[in-house]
């Protein structure tokens, strides 16, 4: 028997997708890694038993294991490998709450939307929220350590996990963690995991901390006249406030989501800051107040804001809704540079003079309460010589960020298109470090091969 009948063999009918026309859409995550290789199969695991057979008959063989949720990843973290594996658990979706320990157990396949509905049955929150919160996996989440839009005061992925069931590189599955809140028992193996965008393990469960469900008692919408103003009302904001989301977006960004499903935005403002409050009461009131304040010292020339959920929803979802529409301009090279708050105006200065140097369109959003930039990078379809230009601006965006003290990836993860900036922003000795935890953990080289180092 052959290495892929034996796989084929060893699972249940329909587990193995060997057809080349049914695996070419796992060959790629969102970010459409133009490197992506062809797997020579793709397993969709139904549960851990199935995940350690297939990582078993892959360290067997020496074959790569690219583990793979929704696909919705930005940085090429779930690209194929020629000849590997593509391991998806995208079939796993199962999630259970128990409102007492208010915790969800998750398989990884679940979608991050699919968990906060689950939690609000129960009238409690599970706050990581990115913007593709609708399509996005709760594996994924993991794997890359999501944020989102309520990070600037809820924290990201890894702020929740209480607990997660990994299957190793040589098959063992183990359990860290658990429904416990407080939990100092041996090394803090649990979080090595978050973030590991699958090279250490593949998850196979997890345990979620939920909260009780939010109230957002108002929304503010700025109009200013730069980004570096608005960038400049978010350090004024940050000095003494932490709302519950505070977010920026430029000018060309206002104008694609405009073009894209009009809204009413104000296409002639230079940046919109869009911000929330769930603060109780009178101290709603007064947060709302003191950042109307920055944003009108800054120079906003309007200031709008609203206690009507629903009203204020249209303006998140129209944040949310900014890289599909820019997408629509071409094709995008996607960044996730962060820098301490008070170095976001010299970040978003960096963007623009990249932007002219290259001569491209570079449209910005931002999770600006927590310094976190989305600068997406749009290539003309077909314009090779843009194409270029456009590599060189990524990684120049990742280098400025690294100079502000920053990072080149503050949640999509490394994977594929950022690791060759790695070493720079950590250092040869974090590296070897990061190195020799890979080489323990998996010694074979087998997960997720190319990804991160």
């Known amino acids: 028997m052959d290495a892929l009948a034996e796989l084929v063999e060893s699972l249940p009918a329909g587990v193995v997708v060997t057809d080349g026309d049914r695996i070419e859409k796992y060959r790629w995550d969102r970010s459409q ?12 695991a139904e549960d851990a038993g199935q995940v350690q057979t297939a990582v078993r008959w892959a360290a067997r063989h020496d074959l790569p294991v690219v583990p793979r949720g929704a696909g919705t990843g930005l940085s090429g973290g779930a690209s194929a490998v020629d000849g590997g594996l593509v391991l998806t658990l995208e079939r796993m979706t199962a999630i259970e709450v128990d409102p007492v320990c208010q915790v969800a157990v998750v398989e990884p396949g679940a979608l ?40 600037v005061k809820y924290g990201v992925t890894t702020d929740y996990v209480l607990g997660l069931d990994v299957v190793l590189a040589d098959g063992t599955l183990v359990t860290l963690g658990g429904t416990r809140i407080k939990d100092v028992a041996g090394l803090s193996l649990l979080k090595l995991f978050v973030g590991s965008e699958g090279t250490l393990g593949v998850v196979t469960r997890a345990i979620m901390r939920l909260v009780p469900a939010q109230v957002v008692g108002a929304t503010l919408v700025a109009a200013l006249p730069t980004m570096t103003a608005a960038a400049e009302a978010v350090v004024a904001i ?38 929330q409050s769930d603060a109780p009461g009178s101290a709603c009131t007064a947060e709302v107040e003191a950042m109307s304040a920055a944003c009108r010292a800054a120079g906003a020339g309007e200031v709008f804001v609203t206690t009507d959920a629903d009203e204020g929803e249209l303006f998140v979802q129209a944040r949310r809704m900014v890289i599909p529409a820019v997408e629509v301009l071409g ?70 960020a690294i100079a502000l003290d920053g990072t080149i990836t503050g949640e999509h993860g490394v994977g594929r298109t950022k690791k060759s900036a790695l070493p720079a922003q950590l250092g040869e000795d974090v590296m070897a470090l990061t190195r020799r935890v890979k080489d323990a953990l998996d010694p074979q080289g087998i997960l997720n091969p190319g990804a991160v180092l």
């Not at 890694?33 to 969709?44: E, F, S, W």
């Not at 913007?131 to 944020?147: D, F, H, L, M």
């Not at 932007?355 to 927590?370: Q, T, W």
């Open 112 to 151: 991050n939307k699919d968990v906060k509905a689950a939690a609000a049955k129960h009238g409690l929150w599970y706050p990581p929220d990115p913007s593709s919160y609708e399509i996005c996996s709760i594996g994924g989440n993991v794997a890359t350590n999501a944020g989102g839009l309520c990070c």
């Open 33 to 44: 890694d133009p490197h992506a290789g062809t797997p020579l199969a793709v397993v969709r």
């Open 331 to 400: 094709e995008l090279m996607l960044e996730d540079v962060g820098v301490p708050v008070p170095r976001l105006p010299e970040l978003v200065d960096a963007v623009a003079r990249i932007a002219e140097r290259h001569d491209l369109l570079i449209p910005v959003v931002a999770h600006a309460g927590d310094g976190n930039t989305h600068p997406l990078i749009v290539v003309p379809r077909g314009d090779d010589a843009a194409k270029l230009r456009a590599l060189a601006a990524f990684e120049e965006i990742m280098h400025a």
């Open 238 to 275: 940050r000095r003494s406030l932490r709302p519950s989301m505070l977010e920026l977006m430029d000018q060309p960004s206002i104008r694609a989501v405009e073009a894209h499903r009009p809204m009413g935005l104000d296409t002639s403002a230079g940046a919109l800051l869009v911000a």
